[in-house]
Structure formats: C-alpha cells, structure tokens
Antibody, heavy 117, light 107 residues
Framework: EVQLLESGGGLVQPGGSLRLSCAAS????????MTWLRQAPGKGLEWVAN????????YFLDSVKGRFTISRDNAKNSLYLQMSSLRVEDTAVYYC??????????WGQGTLVTVSS | EIVLTQSPGTLSLSPGERATLSCRAS??????LAWYQQKPGQAPRLLIS???SRATGIPDRFSGSGSGTDFTLTISRLEPEDFAVYYC?????????FGQGTKVAIK
C-alpha cells in the first residue's frame, strides 16, 4: 500500500523559513515523479512544484519561484520542500503526492503551514 | 496558464439520483484531465485520469468523458458516501491547474 507522510509544518512569521518532509513507502520511490500541492483554508487545490525521479528536472508555480526549493533523497525515500521568504498567502495545508503521468494518484494527509505575525 | 471552470458550484441531489458535473478548459488539454473527490478533513482522492479511466478501486458508478476543452464527471446513482467536493485538474501543460470545485450536497 502506498503511504505518504508529511511533516514539518507549523507557525512561522512572514519572511521566515520552513522545511517540509514527505516520507514515502509501499512503492519504488525512485521510479516516480513527485509533487507538492497546497490548499489554503476553505479554498481549492493548487499545484506548487514537482520533481523528476533523479532530482534533475523541477518545475514551480510562478508565485513560489525563487522562494521554494524541491528536492528528494531516494536512499531515504523522502521528498522535501524548502520554503523561504514566506508570505501570509502561503498559509495552507501542504500535500505531497505521487505524480502518475501528471495526475496525482496517491496523497499524504497533509501538513499545515501558518504564516502569521 | 490553463484555467478550468467547473459548474455548477453546488449540486443538491438525493441519494440514488444521477450527478453530472462539468469542467471547461480555457484551451485544449487533449485528454489530460483528472477528477478528484475530497471529503472534509481528508486529502483528495483520484477518481479519473485520462479523462475517462477510473483509478484503482473506484466504483463503476463514476465515469468521465470529454476531450479538448469540455469534460464531464457522471455519478450514475449517488451513494451516501459520494457527497463531497469534486475537482477537475489538467495536466496538459505546466503549471498543473485545478478547477474551483463542485460541491455535491444532500438535498
């Protein structure tokens, strides 16, 4: 069974940084693209970034370019999202998901990031 | 960026009825369209990819159709567990984008 478990969320001040982690199990992690998505409170879903199997190809939502970095450690079956220069509008539940040819077939339970002073 | 517009915003139906949800893209996404179901406090669940292919374990009362810019998700007979929010998502180009969601509510 595919399992994805996010961690690292919390309360951070505007301008601060946070690193999210996603631990994967139940599938061959190194074979798949992986993605971060987010959902602001009471709002819809938003794709944030994705990363190819080897970590060499990555894409970002325009509003997070230059502030967020996505990476992975295939030896540890883990995906990461390094977030800096955080803004109030980055407040959301952040999900990691397995990228199935562009659709997202497995999701974690999410971790809440709150950016507030 | 491709904009997806879902309609209606809310669909009020009774168990056993048929639900028809629409998703329209601002430009062609070919058949690179997925549908998700989300219940309160839960992560989304993939229902349909490739516009019409059910994901593993999804009941056959869920079906998807369409190509290009117009897509439909049909739930043939609503079960109590089907009342939720449904999102469409395109993966024809980056950034991946979602519709704003359709809530299927109990009438």
């Amino acid at each position: 069974e595919v399992q994805l478990l996010e961690s690292g969320g919390g309360l951070v001040q505007p301008g601060g940084s946070l690193r999210l982690s996603c631990a994967a199990s139940g599938f061959t992690f190194s074979n798949d693209w992986m993605t971060w998505l987010r959902q602001a409170p009471g709002k819809g879903l938003e794709w944030v970034a994705n990363l190819n199997q080897g970590g060499s190809e990555k894409y970002f939502l325009d509003s997070v370019k230059g502030r967020f970095t996505i990476s992975r450690d295939n030896a540890k079956n883990s995906l990461y999202l390094q977030m800096s220069s955080l803004r109030v509008e980055d407040t959301a539940v952040y999900y990691c998901a397995r990228d199935f040819k562009g659709a997202f077939d497995s999701w974690g339970q999410g971790t809440l990031v709150t950016v507030s002073s | 960026e491709i904009v997806l517009t879902q309609s209606p915003g809310t669909l009020s139906l009774s168990p056993g009825e048929r639900a028809t949800l629409s998703c329209r893209a601002s430009q062609s996404v070919r058949n690179y369209l997925a549908w998700y179901q989300q219940k309160p406090g839960q992560a989304p669940r993939l229902l349909i990819s490739g516009a019409s292919s059910r994901a593993t374990g999804i009941p056959d009362r869920f079906s998807g159709s369409g190509s290009g810019t117009d897509f439909t998700l049909t739930i043939s007979r609503l079960e109590p567990e089907d009342f939720a929010v449904y999102y469409c998502q395109q993966y024809g180009s980056l950034p991946r984008t979602f519709g704003q969601g359709t809530k299927v509510a109990i009438k």
